[in-house]
């Protein structure tokens, strides 16, 4: 169902947290395999409904990378979120050329991670 994800995580999120992250989640855009009917990819998108949006995830099983399954799931959504004044997401200086294809530019932005609490198993806001 859920498994295979967040591949390189030193502390991945267990299934049931993965769900409850997909649940949680303002809009979420799946891709599954029409012959095995697994999820095969994710984006999610989190919004004040308002003005702004931000994308946190885009997975895609590492057995079904370089298929372009990634450039579907951002095109979807952001055919989704095509009303939204602003759109942020942050990735590694090494993505930034994927997502410029989709008219995103690099911007500066500030982030904290605390790693311990990357299963999400510690806190629930």
Not at 80 to 107: A, T
Request: net charge positive; proline share 5%.
């Amino acid at each position: 169902m859920l498994q295979g994800f967040f591949v390189d995580w030193p502390n991945p999120p267990a299934t049931e947290t993965h769900l409850r992250l997909l649940k949680n989640s303002d809009m979420v855009v799946l891709a599954i395999d029409t012959k095995t009917r697994l999820v095969i990819g994710f984006i999610t998108a989190i919004s004040d409904r308002v003005l702004s949006c931000y994308i946190p995830f885009l997975e895609v099983l590492p057995a079904y990378q370089g298929r372009k399954m990634g450039q579907k799931l951002v095109r979807k959504m952001l055919q989704k979120l095509k009303s939204v004044y602003m759109i942020d997401l942050m990735c590694d200086k090494k993505l930034q050329g994927f997502y410029k294809r989709f008219k995103m530019q690099p911007s500066t932005g500030m982030i904290s991670r605390n790693y311990k609490n990357q299963s999400g198993k510690t806190h629930r806001i």
